[in-house]
């Protein structure tokens, strides 16, 4: 066993190993961390595999699960565009790794994203340290023995053999990986690709289908293994198997109890047990999930090499964290966001479809659909699976005639209560604040379906959310909510229609824009110059036309002018600058984040002359840029061609210092740039 530093221990918050043919043990005793790796000499001849581990300090709360897996899936793509260039410059031939990351949020969910045949598990001990229950955590596997995968391989151009793809040197067993550049189809389209499969588990209903007391003193932990452990499984290689092999490998060490073992014991004996059916390299790491600790833990399988599979645990991390510190807006304006590749992304992941959600309404419902809109009830809609399709149900919730006034001591009493949001009881609109109450009601105990506000976006209306602003006190803002449930128009046959115009759904879309930028505010989060641009149209074009509100607009405002500016810093300023004229990712995306950056030194004064000499070569070289470019340094300067000018002639001043401090004040600098650029910032 290795021995341990503990203070060392709560320092290292990253291990990245790329092993060589030495067996490998590491651990972090402090995180709960431990893996262990084999080359499994004489089977083979070299270890190809390497993992990575790495406490994540940077904050996701605004994140959900959701974003966070495709945050993943884009991390994926990214990294396997980087890899062509570094495979290219340095001549590697062949070469390509599966992938396997989970990430642990901190609070209740695994988000794991899959590429070929590592695997990852979630094991749950009891207090005696028993395996209570084990879920592979990857729903599939990518090998071109599926149907589909067979399809997309030749639909591409290229050939499957014996279940194997096939190119005119080798032939490989997985369908999907990072790198394997070598294997083309026509137009030299990429036959294995790098589309990831994103599942999300949540631990508390995890528990509880296995019957199993969350609140009891219980040990939760994630193992992923690459191929090489999963093969000695035997010839089944089903999710089934995969989890009973891992079952009874477990149950097998410390006389039934391996919860009592450390993480890098436990690696050790399944790579230890694995050996005795496995002839390929063989890579273990376990995490026991703490609370408030999040973690990506990741194995990577190279094959031609092991190459792809170091690079892939260098840079996996490092590109996730830059996608996570994307707001949804600027996430989505990348290449390779799922938003710009939603017909690939939803192909293998359905749940990121719009569905509303299960809930307690039976198929039958439908049924006793005459009788039930014969009588004054309110309805919601929902999808249940009956006879393998999904079928629409009406599902009632209350007699509106039944509902009691909101007393005068209920008005004092939340509604309901998250990080979020807090939702009183209100004066105004009573009917939709009382259907509101019984909404959130109903949710907290229909199966597999709680409503939780932070969670709802704008591509699935399940709840809808209006704001109006109840009390600003320096920044810190009180919402009350009011909850716009309308009541349901009846149509003819078995359907019913959402009293909703267009207007409304357009209104329902800037509220969440404005919600998810308030959730920030509320945070302390840093405020980019985008946002803060977006946000003053989403909050124009939702109060224009209410007079109401416009009082709660104008509080808004006061408050935002009391932000202090996030803090300007050189080397940031010096990157964004230098990547602009990179390819390490979309040019739209650069420009953003430079411009982020630009704005922050003006507001705080703090760009020096050479900063300013740098950026004048940068705009003499990108004239068009200014006018051409909407979210990039034209938005800035707002596009305009007297901006402009005026932008020449700083560029101009910033090569003398005195002919700045001179002519400033000529060129209408302070008065004109500086106050337009300041609308941004």
Request: aromatic share 10%; with cysteine.
């Amino acid at each position: 066993m290795i021995e341990n530093d503990p203070q060392l221990d709560a320092q290292t918050t990253v291990i990245i190993s790329t092993p060589g043919n030495d067996d490998v043990q590491q651990e972090n005793s402090h995180y709960g961390f431990g893996c262990f790796e084999t080359a499994n000499i004489p089977h083979r001849s070299s270890q190809e595999d390497a993992m990575v581990w790495q406490v994540i300090k940077q904050d996701m709360s605004y994140l959900t699960p959701e974003d966070i897996g495709k945050r993943l899936w884009t991390s994926y793509k990214l990294v396997d565009e980087s890899y062509k260039e570094f495979e290219k410059s340095n001549k590697i031939h062949k070469c390509g790794s599966t992938a396997t990351t989970t990430v642990f949020d901190g609070k209740d969910n695994l988000i794991t994203a899959t590429l070929a045949d590592s695997a990852a598990f979630v094991v749950v001990y009891n207090e005696q340290g028993n395996v209570k229950a084990v879920k592979r955590l990857n729903s599939v596997v990518h090998h071109p023995t599926d149907k589909k995968e067979i399809e997309r391989i030749i639909k591409l151009g290229g050939v499957v053999i014996k279940g194997r793809v096939d190119s005119q040197v080798s032939s490989l067993a997985v369908s999907r990986a990072l790198g394997d550049y070598g294997y083309l189809g026509r137009n030299k389209q990429k036959l294995i690709c790098s589309d990831a499969t994103i599942d999300i588990l949540h631990l508390p209903t995890f528990l509880e289908s296995q019957g199993i007391n969350a609140t009891s003193a219980i040990k939760i932990q994630v193992i992923t293994a690459c191929d090489g452990f999963t093969d000695a499984a035997g010839k089944n290689q089903s999710r089934q198997k995969h989890e009973a092999y891992l079952h009874d490998v477990l149950s097998s060490l410390n006389d039934g109890k391996p919860g009592q073992k450390s993480e890098a014991e436990i690696a050790k004996y399944l790579v230890t047990r694995a050996k005795e059916k496995s002839t390929d390299n063989i890579s273990v790491s376990v995490q026991s999930l703490k609370e408030g600790t999040a973690v990506l833990l990741g194995v990577y399988d190279g094959h031609g090499g092991s190459a792809a599979a170091h690079y892939v645990a260098k840079h996996i991390g490092t590109e996730f964290l830059k996608q996570c510190a994307f707001g949804q807006e600027a996430y989505g304006w990348q290449e390779l966001s799922t938003t710009a590749k939603n017909d690939i992304f939803i192909r293998d992941n359905p749940w990121a479809i719009p569905v509303k959600p299960n809930n307690e309404a039976q198929a039958k419902s439908i049924l006793n659909f005459n009788q039930l809109k014969a009588q004054n009830y309110f309805f919601i809609f929902s999808y249940k699976t009956y006879e393998k399709k999904l079928i629409r149900v009406p599902t009632k919730l209350y007699d509106i005639n039944l509902l009691p006034a909101i007393t005068e001591s209920e008005k004092e009493q939340h509604l309901f209560t998250d990080n979020d949001f807090i939702i009183p009881a209100t004066d105004k609109r009573m009917i939709k604040a009382k259907l509101g109450k019984l909404y959130v009601e109903y949710s907290k105990h229909a199966n597999n379906f709680i409503v939780k506000i932070q969670l709802i976006d704008k591509e699935n209306h399940n709840l809808y959310v209006l704001l109006n602003l109840k009390k600003v006190n320096e920044g810190y803002l009180t919402l009350e909510n009011i909850l716009p449930i309308e009541y349901t128009n009846y149509s003819d046959g078995f359907s019913l229609n959402w009293a909703l115009s267009s207007r409304q759904q357009e209104e329902f879309n800037h509220a969440y824009e404005i919600k998810q930028f308030l959730t920030k505010l509320m945070k302390g989060q840093d405020i980019s110059a985008q946002e803060r641009f977006n946000f003053e149209c989403h909050c124009q074009k939702l109060f224009f036309n209410q007079p109401d509100l416009q009082d709660c607009y104008k509080q808004l405002q006061k408050s935002l002018s009391k932000l202090k500016p996030a803090q300007f810093k050189p080397e940031l300023f010096d990157q964004q600058l230098s990547e602009l004229t990179s390819s390490s990712s979309s040019l739209e995306v650069r420009k953003v984040r430079y411009v982020e950056e630009l704005g922050k030194a003006l507001q705080e004064k703090k760009l020096s002359m050479d900063d300013l000499k740098k950026l004048a070569l940068y705009i003499s070289n990108n004239p068009s840029h200014l006018l051409q470019e909407r979210k990039g340094v034209g938005t800035f300067f707002n596009a305009s061609s007297a901006q402009v000018d005026l932008v020449n002639k700083l560029m101009a001043m910033a090569f003398s210092e005195k002919q700045l401090l001179a002519n400033a004040p000529e060129a209408g600098l302070e008065n004109q740039a500086v106050s337009q650029a300041g609308r941004f910032w």
